[in-house]
């Protein structure tokens, strides 16, 4: 699978710009991690790469296909393709564990299937799988609303993973979670990534998690990529352009096409590992809805 954005632009009615220019390639089962300020454009990325935003300008192909160029009913398909996480969970609160899960085939049934809720047995015996991957085993009869913010994550995680996506999107998942939950969601998604042989880009908030899990990072500030590396590259000098601005030095500029996995373009010398500061952490993304969740294990 790849994913190649190309010129991706998103000026809104006001006349703000929250996407500039953005060309980004990914594929493999690499974790990319998308980090930057509040307003820098990450959970706008996100949302136009599945068009729950619609582009204003620029090329969104996976795996060819040009996503962007989709009527209604090529859009739809081409969705069951991507795996979408979301910040608040998204669920379905008066319906069980399983029933949620179970949504995420709802693209694969005909219409009266899923007004009944009624899926194939094949697809029964798989969500009790991955519900057991994700430590939810013995919760498939319990409505979402008893559950705790760490718990609702996994359910989605299960959601997307039923889908057999050929990527996962993934917005703000420890936004509202606790350490040492968030540290248990983003293990799960990169051992998913690597297990499902499929990559993962997530926007997140916190630079220690995102260094700590990610193969890839990505920093946007004022809707531009400033910085793609791996973690080791992530100085402090380029932290601070991420979140304050400034023009990248030749050495730090965003990858070019050709680059290899861990960031360096091929034949060039990998980078030594450096410090990178335990505060990075900033403010989610503006525009989201408040975090009233608290998020247990």
């Not at 060309?23 to 307003?39: C, K, Q, R």
């Not at 990559?199 to 531009?224: C, F, K, M, S």
């Amino acid at each position: 699978m790849t994913l190649d954005v190309t010129d991706l632009r998103k000026t809104y009615p006001t006349g703000d710009e929250a996407l500039t220019g953005i060309d980004l390639s990914i594929d493999g089962s690499e974790t990319t991690a998308m980090i930057g300020p509040s307003g820098a454009g990450k959970s706008t990325f996100i949302r136009c790469v599945n068009r729950l935003t619609e582009p204003t300008a620029g090329s969104i192909e996976l795996d060819g296909t040009d996503l962007t160029a989709l009527g209604d009913d090529g859009l739809r398909e081409a969705r069951r393709d991507i795996g979408m996480i979301f910040q608040e969970y998204n669920l379905v609160e008066r319906l069980t564990v399983m029933e949620n899960v179970l949504t995420g085939r709802l693209g694969y049934v005909s219409g009266w299937q899923a007004f009944r809720r009624s899926f194939p047995p094949a697809d029964i015996e798989r969500a009790y799988e991955i519900l057991e991957r994700v430590g939810l085993g013995d919760m498939e009869n319990k409505r979402v609303d008893e559950l705790s913010g760490g718990q609702r994550q996994r359910v989605g995680i299960a959601r997307a993973v039923i889908q057999q996506p050929t990527i996962l999107l993934v917005d703000e998942p420890t936004s509202s979670l606790d350490p040492e939950t968030s540290n248990t969601v983003m293990r799960l998604l990169t051992e998913i990534a690597a297990e499902q042989d499929i990559p993962v880009l997530i926007n997140i908030h916190e630079v220690d998690l995102a260094t700590d899990y990610a193969d890839r990072i990505v920093g946007l500030h004022d809707g531009e990529i400033v910085f793609d590396g791996p973690p080791a590259d992530l100085q402090d000098g380029a932290l601070d352009r991420v979140y304050r601005g400034g023009d990248p030095p030749e050495s730090d500029a965003p990858r070019p096409a050709d680059a290899t996995a861990d960031g360096a373009s091929q034949g060039d010398a990998a980078s030594d590992g450096v410090r990178v500061p335990a505060d990075g952490v900033v403010s989610a993304n503006g525009g989201t809805p408040d975090r009233s969740a608290s998020g247990g294990p």
